[in-house]
């Protein structure tokens, strides 16, 4: 089984908010456990969807996020000309925001689906494709996270002289 899920949920302060937490979770499709940790006020999932989880906690009357590790870069040339790096997203895992100083292309080595949120707020599901490269040019503003179930990864190319 893949590694739980975690959650931040700041507002967690006691034995009652364990429970009542628990309990809401207890009634989430697909959950297998749940362990709510009071110190580090977080809530460790197994199963269940990120939507379905967030909503149950907060039908509770808290706050949760979703915590995400980071994703992981190798690089894997950089002449000068073009950088070229393969980002691996494991389940819950993001770049953390960052500005493109190039313009790139990104050729996908799975199919799958990212989260891209921008600077302003606004959160969508990206779909890529094994092998469809596309390209975006330098300025972009961003954090790249997957929220899947599945490991998604691609190369990204940057060209050093844009
Ligand atoms: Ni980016």
Redesign the pocket.
Known sequence: MASPTIYSVPEISCEHCVAAITTALSDVAGVASVVVDLEGKSVAVDGGSVVAVIDAIDQAGFDATRTRSAAIAEQQLDDGVVRVTRWTFPPGSE?GP?V?QYD?VVVPVTNGDLTIETSDGESSVVPIELGVSYQRGKG?A?N?ANDGQATVAFV?VELLDS
């Open positions: 770049t960052h493109h790139y972009v961003h790249v990204e």
